[in-house]
């Protein structure tokens, strides 16, 4: 399962740090991602990472926020920077996982960011 922590209420233009840790019986996590999802609208991709540590982002994040991941811990972080009241959203990470079940996509709880201007 994947657990999502961090998040919260900033002033624009402050930081916020997101993190989510896999956990579990004998499993390989390959590539790890956050999205978020902001009222009425769909679940977009904000950045994603593979196991190997190259990244991905979205246009509107490139410059503010840096994913980054721990192989060992099995965990995916998000360091937000210079937010904006656009960034509001839930956010939810997600995973791509193989275990007994063979692979998988896994999605973390969502974990809310609110960013007041």
């Known amino acids: 399962q994947l657990q999502a922590s961090g998040g919260g209420w900033v002033q624009a233009w402050g930081s916020l740090g997101l993190s989510c840790a896999a956990s579990g019986n004998s499993f390989i996590v390959d590539g790890m991602g956050w999205f978020r999802q902001a009222p009425g609208q769909q679940r977009e991709l904000v950045a994603q990472?593979?196991?190997?540590?190259?990244?991905n982002y979205v246009d509107a994040v490139k410059g503010r926020f840096t994913i980054s991941r721990d192989n060992a811990k099995n965990t995916v972080y998000l360091q937000m920077n210079s937010l904006k009241p656009d960034d509001t959203a839930v956010y939810y990470c997600?995973?791509?996982?193989?275990?007994?079940?063979?692979?998988?996509?896994?999605w973390g709880q969502g974990t809310q960011v609110t960013v007041s201007s």
């Open positions: 990472s593979t196991r190997s540590g190259l990244t």
């Open positions: 997600k995973a791509i996982i193989f275990s007994g079940r063979g692979w998988g996509d896994y």
